[in-house]
């Protein structure tokens, strides 16, 4: 059972341009939700997260909007750069009264920056 | 520069045979997932643990796969014997369960295995 979908499965958006990335979720104990962004040939990092108590959030460039009574998140990127060229994985945990208990990963949106 | 790290980063076996990947955690760390990543899967999680206690290995086969931290400073994860459909990057990561703002992960850089 994949308890967190993610959408597109890749993406190539002109430099500049909006990246957009969706993902959804089915379990509603979920109370954690980050992305992580993943070059070729190293492990992933966490980029930015949010907890469901907010409806967004921005680092920069990068924005997560969330919402909570559709079970679904996504990640913006603002004038989206050849370097924001990665795969990147939502996720989503039950974080209690523990901070990193098991993220369940998104399956990655490969995204491609072109000039 | 703290990291976690992960041997080998690449290993090319034959099926039948075992192998074994170590992880180095990151000082102070207590939490250790490990994690596999192929195309069609995304990332699976294996197995993890908490204060060196497996706490969940439901996402690997028991027949075949395990997952141990004979140390603070040291996890392995051992298959076999192994399957070409073991071929895919395993990645170690790990964490501080009480690392209630962040709740960071930080993973190493794999392992690539190959099983002919």
Redesign the interface.
Known sequence: QQQVK?SPQSLIVQKGGISIINCAYENTAFD?F?WYQQFP??????LI?IRPDVSEKKEGRFTISFNKSAKQFSLHIMDSQPGDSATY?CAA?I?SN???????????TRLTIIP | DARVTQTPRHKVTEMGQEVTMRCQPILGHNTVFWYRQTMMQGLELLAYFRNRAPLDDSGMPKDRFSAEMPDATLATLKIQPSEPRDSAVYFCASGFSLDTITGELFFGEGSRLTVL
């Open positions: 993610q954690y980050p040939g190293k492990g992933p990092a966490l997260a994985f945990s974080r523990f901070g990193n208990e098991k993220l369940t990963f998104g399956t990655g």
